[in-house]
């Protein structure tokens, strides 16, 4: 799971960056705009599944410990 996280904050990075460049180069601004909103969700739910909640315990170490990893 660890990968597939990674994986995911390397993709928003792209998107980040890709964003960036077209509109540097004057694209229509909708499609940078949807792109960094991708961008948006993605480390949104890395974050979602690795912050704590109040008792200390993450979604992923939930499910990590679910799955004997």
Known sequence: MNLVLSIVML??????????ILWRRGVPKKQPLLMLLLAVIAIANVLIWTLPDASGDTPLGRVAGETGE
């Not at 993709?11 to 960036?20: P, Q």
């Open 11 to 20: 993709a928003a990075g792209a998107l980040i960056v890709g964003a960036f």
